[in-house]
């Protein structure tokens, strides 16, 4: 059974500060990682996806993908209110674009 | 419109009734996915489509049933459902990876909340 975890939450970090979400996976043969945003009510919304190793800026977010370790991390740089939102890693193991989505970590930014 | 929509938005149904989600996507996409939000669990992927021919089923129970009449529509039609198929029915789309190229994003609609009494 191929898995993906996080850890539930609630993640609290002050406004401004880093926020870091973690992500681990089972399957040693993942390719392909995805982060969406999914505020409460809504659907998920991608954030940004990253393949090779290391890490990928986009604004305020890095992915950051450590293959060998099997995790993939979210960071969230000068960190808003409207950050304030569950955030789900999603895998590639294979299949027909078959996405394995963990439960998701729900970052609360406080002013 | 654009991106992804889905109808209706909300649904209450019965336990006899019938009833049908429908999704579009207006992305240009030619693979299309159902999936089953519950509360405090992940995503669960119920169906597939490429280029309409169904090319996944997560062992779904039968009172599901699924139609894609073509690259842009994709439906779920329900029957004699049970209080615990309560949730947020989602639908995406994405390009088709063997036509694209590698795994693609897949792209949400704002889903259907459906409660079953």
Not at chain 1, 83 to 94: E, H, I, M, N, R
Not at chain 2, 9 to 34: D, I, P
Not at chain 2, 57 to 77: D, G, K, Q, T, Y
């Amino acid at each position: 059974q191929k898995e993906v975890e996080q850890n539930s939450g609630p993640l609290s970090v002050p406004e401004g500060a880093i926020a870091s979400l973690n992500c681990t996976y089972s399957d040693r043969g993942s390719q392909s990682f995805f982060w969406y945003r999914q505020y409460s009510g809504k659907s998920p919304e991608l954030i940004m996806f990253i393949y090779s190793n290391g890490d990928k800026e986009d604004g305020r977010f890095t992915a950051q993908l450590n293959k060998a370790s099997q995790y993939v991390s979210l960071l969230i740089r000068d960190s808003q209110p409207s950050d304030s939102a569950t955030y789900l890693c999603a895998v590639f193991s294979g299949g027909y674009n078959k996405l394995i989505f963990g439960a998701g970590t729900r970052l609360a930014v406080h002013p | 419109e654009t991106g992804v929509t889905q109808t209706p938005r909300h649904l209450v149904m019965g336990m006899t009734n019938k009833k049908s989600l429908k999704c579009e996507q207006h992305l240009g996409h030619n693979a299309m996915y159902w999936y089953k939000q519950s509360a405090k669990k992940p995503l669960e992927l119920m169906f597939v489509y490429n280029f309409k021919e169904q090319t996944e089923n997560n062992s779904v129970p039968s009172r599901f049933s699924p139609e894609c009449p073509n690259s842009s529509h994709l439906f779920l039609h329900l029957h004699t459902l049970q209080p615990e198929d309560s949730a947020l029915y989602l639908c995406a789309s994405s390009q088709n990876p063997q036509i694209a190229g590698g795994v693609q994003a897949q792209y949400f609609g704002p889903g259907t909340r459906l409660t079953v009494l």
